[in-house]
């Protein structure tokens, strides 16, 4: 269970697609160029291309993720945003497949805005809440034509939807949802618990230009990528035995390198996650929900 | 109150990210000067159409999931929806579109199309509405802001605009709710309750190299849309908890020859006034018109 707690987002960011095999997405008729997607080595290269690389290399991908409370009535109630940084180490594997070893942080900011927050005040309940930052990795993937092949160890359960072409624009699509029992149980985290049930909804879309996928010089294509998802309350929000979810909306691209980071951005991850900057030596697995419950614990105490 | 569910759309489509601008990050300071009105208004107005006499299109594919309160997303369908706004500058800075709008349904994800479509959690088979809606008219004004006429009960706010390498980031944020026009008494399958709510984001992502070259009008870019939005009366879901949940995906094209062709077939099939915007000046709304047919059915 702590596993998939981590693995969870990185999972989705770069892997999406997965599973899925046997079911190939009625874009695998189409052809790209001179690329033809029914043949899985081309597919499975132009996700990988599109949502990280195809060489042996380090992809940096930076997001802004806005996040909101829906308590299943009336309008959407801004929370928080977290800048999101995910490092993921690619390489292409010897079946015609990818792999990726994925690293991940998010720092939480007052909503829209660079300026890092400590304490948060819930809008629902009042309470002032110590902020979480998110740490998870690393994380093994393999990508291939459909998708991404996660080991047993994660819930996630990415459904691979088609390749979209709008005019030069392509599209790598991918939806996930699952549930699984939340290890905060609510008689023991009453504040924390969002219910016995997680549940986990998030889509993916990674948007590159034709001309780049098809350039057999480049190893990966500049990608706009963006997330939604629909989510049980995290522990940190102090949301317990409230209904609803977060509903999030992520947008970001791949940077050319570390120096593409927003300044103020930057200075908020090497403020609330610097372990992010020394993913080299980084290999002790982060385990985000354990660690929180033993932080908690640790603070109680 | 008709009016509200046929501006809704089409003004969130074309009215994105009032104001964003003037909250733009450092990235952008360097190239585009954020701070100055006009500027803002012209940079708006060619991401999100175009600064010249001329109709900026955009298409995008939108899946639709219910969310029931609790449990995961289920997916319901696809709409294929087709904007087209004809914009026009204006003496005073501000620039002035009038919004068409067209939507065709297709089994989730695929290009197959839909006249009826089941109901999974009712079992009832449903026809969708004639989704074609407009004229709206909508201005930018020269400070920024979005105006989106008295009619429409569309509250966008600004966020911040931003850019990261050669991405230049527009978005905005809308959530509204509104005394739902249809009464639970008299349509308790098509009512969702006494209150709409409407929830809608939109996202423009463009090059920051086409935004800030005064040469270009009608930058391109990449559009992505999520919303979650009380229940379509067309759903039949009643007075079911839940919302529709949708993400949606596309871009801003040159030509209606970069529609994909099944729906573009979709649409000249469906809704063939989209393509007839320059002749199409009676307003219509699908949802008073979805209303006015089952009234005329009864």
């Not at chain 1, 596993?3 to 997405?25: D, F, P, Q, V």
Request: hydrophobic residues 35%.
């Amino acid at each position: 269970m702590t596993t998939t707690t981590i693995s969870r987002r990185g999972l989705i960011a770069t892997a999406a697609m997965t599973a899925a095999a046997g079911a190939i997405s009625p874009a695998s008729a189409q052809k790209i160029g001179d690329l033809d997607l029914a043949d899985p080595k081309t597919r499975a290269m132009v996700r990988a291309k599109v949502q990280g690389s195809i060489a042996e290399e380090t992809v940096y991908s930076f997001y802004r993720l806005h996040l909101y409370g829906y308590v299943n009535e009336g309008n959407l109630v801004p929370l928080t945003t977290m800048n999101n940084l995910n490092i993921t180490k690619w390489k292409p594997l010897p079946g015609g497949n990818y792999a990726g070893t994925v690293f991940e942080s998010g720092s939480y900011c007052k909503f829209d805005t660079d300026e890092p927050i400590e304490v948060w005040e819930n809008p629902f309940t009042g309470e002032k809440r110590d902020v979480w930052p998110f740490i998870g990795g690393p994380l093994k993937v393999e990508l291939g034509p459909d998708g991404g092949v996660t080991d047993e160890t994660a819930t996630v359960k990415p459904k691979a939807q088609r390749i979209d072409i709008i005019g030069d624009t392509i599209f790598v699509v991918s939806q996930s949802a699952f549930s699984f029992p939340n290890p905060l149980k609510p008689e023991e985290w009453p504040k924390e618990s969002a219910g016995p049930t997680y549940f986990w909804d998030s889509h993916f879309v990674h948007a590159a230009k034709v001309a780049d996928v098809v350039n057999p010089k480049l190893t990966r294509a500049g990608a706009f990528s963006q997330f939604q998802n629909l989510v049980s309350w995290h522990p940190w929000f102090g949301m317990g035995g409230k209904p609803g979810r977060t509903y999030g909306k992520a947008y970001g691209t791949k940077l050319k390198s570390l120096d593409e980071l927003p300044k103020a951005a930057r200075a908020t991850l090497e403020k609330q996650t610097p372990e992010i900057f020394d993913v080299d030596n980084w290999t002790k697995p982060r385990l985000d929900f354990p660690e929180y419950m033993a932080w908690r614990k640790a603070k109680k105490s | 109150m008709d009016q509200q569910s046929f501006t809704r759309r089409g003004a969130l489509a074309g009215a994105a990210a009032a104001g964003t601008l003037m909250a733009a990050g450092p990235a952008s300071a360097a190239t585009l000067d954020v701070n100055d009105p006009k500027n803002a208004a012209r940079i708006r107005a060619k991401i999100m159409g175009s600064t010249r006499e001329e109709a900026a299109m955009t298409y995008l594919r939108i899946n639709v999931y219910a969310f029931f309160n609790e449990g995961t997303l289920k997916p319901l369908y696809t709409l294929s929806n087709l904007n087209i706004r004809r914009w026009s500058p204006q003496a005073d800075g501000s620039f002035k579109a009038k919004v068409f709008e067209s939507g065709t349904y297709f089994k989730f994800d695929t290009d197959e199309p839909i006249d009826m479509w089941e109901n999974p959690f009712t079992g009832e088979t449903r026809i969708p509405g004639d989704f074609q809606n407009g004229p709206l008219n909508l201005t930018i004004l020269p400070d920024g802001s979005i105006s989106t006429g008295a009619e429409a009960t569309l509250k966008p706010k600004p966020l911040r605009s931003w850019s990261l390498g050669d991405n230049f980031f527009l978005q905005q944020a809308s959530g509204f709710s509104y005394p739902n026009p249809w009464k639970p008494s008299e349509w308790p399958v098509e009512s969702a309750g006494e209150t709409s709510h409407w929830d809608s984001h939109y996202l423009f992502s463009a090059k920051l190299s086409d935004v800030a070259n005064d040469d270009v009008a009608n930058v391109p870019a990449t559009v992505q849309l999520q919303n979650l939005v009380t229940w379509a009366p067309w759903l039949g879901m009643g007075q079911r908890p839940g919302r529709t949940w949708g993400r949606g995906v596309g871009a801003k094209i040159k030509s209606l020859d970069e529609v994909p062709k099944a729906a573009l077939a979709e649409f000249r099939k469906k809704t063939p006034m989209i393509f007839e915007t320059e002749t199409w000046t009676a307003l219509r709304d699908e949802t008073q018109e979805y209303r006015n047919k089952l009234k005329a059915k009864r």
